[in-house]
């Protein structure tokens, strides 16, 4: 520890070496992010954002605590929602539509229609729904881990809502829920680096709460609006440039063409985004309450509450494949969190607690979802229970699947490097963030 004084309000400083410094008496630095914003401008648009975000998390938040099902303007607002999804919807079906119109015509004796019949069938092709995909790598199957399986379908049963169908294992700092393909079905995402920091009772809060969201009415999980937003994303896409123009009919045909359907891609996509996001937040305050309900509020708040160190979990993670060799990242990332200190755990939760969410974001920040769940007293330790000689064996389970990761991670991080961006200071703290291969 060494010390120095606050450039703000000159205040003494303890510094943890290693990490950013900050004060505890004006808070200067908490988020360091935040920094360097200084043109009047954009402090001044940022302020606006600001205001807009926070009452839409204070009227989530609010909303959740009455529990007396969506208020009228959430109900309005998904149904607004819904009608514009299924415009999107109705595009693809306008496009086959005119495809068979142009057919019949043509076979009816107007010959020269007969190319415009596969380009409307292509466009239609290009603009249908998006089901999503089930992913291939790390999969988790039933007969490889079935006492996971087991706890996972009990929990499922407790909770009311379908068995999940697969697992997915990732590299990610979080756990989601989605629905896939055709058929719809109900996959987990499992990020290690999650998983591995938390104890049992707050795994099965996660658990729990990627379980609750089968049950607590999200509309972005409804099927028109989940799949109108993946297809929004793909226009967007094919929409947006990805070269600059070379010849003036390139520049011309992305100005006429191009740009104005980009734009109302995107118009469509954040009205869509805007209009469910708070009914998306109430439904993260509902999964949970499913899981302070099954485990008590104890550990989903303390699993969210460790939700705020993985930023600086993934940092090690990278470190630890750069420069350590000798354990598994695992192992590291469960040093980093025992060696944490306390001041800066402070930090990181004053920084959640001023943080506010952006409009279309979904989640609320961690202050005010353990705040929901403090409001709770009913809540109490939860009513689930698991016999350790299960949470034994599921850990058993997992070993060979830490390990595989731990490999795989390994491998593409070392074959990705070049011996200059090594010396370059890959290792460096406060770097952009590392390219972790999304799995
Ligand atoms: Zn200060
Ligand atoms: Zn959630």
New binding site residues.
Partial sequence: MTATN?P????PLAIDVGFSPW?E????NVSPAEQGKTSRRSQRREQRRARSARRLEESALAEAMRSAGPSLSSRLRAMVAMVLGSAVHAVTLLLVLTAGWLATRAAAGAPALWPFVPGGLLLAWLVRPRFGRAPRKFVLPRDRAPRFFELLDALASAVGSPAFDFVVITFEPNAATSRVGFRQRRVLYLGLPLWVVLDWPERTAVLAHELGHQVNHDPRRRIVLSTSLSALRVWLDVLTPRRDAVHIAQVLFRAAVRAPLRLVAKWLLRALLRLSSSSSRVAEYRADLVAARLVGSAAAISALDKTLLLDACMWELRDAVLWRSGSDVWTAELDLLSRFPARQRDRLRRADRRSVPGVYSTHPNVARRARFLESRPEVGVGSFSVPSALLDDVTAEFAPVLRQMDAYIRGRVERRLTPAQIDAGMGRRGNAAPDWDRT
């Fill in positions: 606050c703000e309000c000159g205040r004060c008496g004006c808070e200067w």
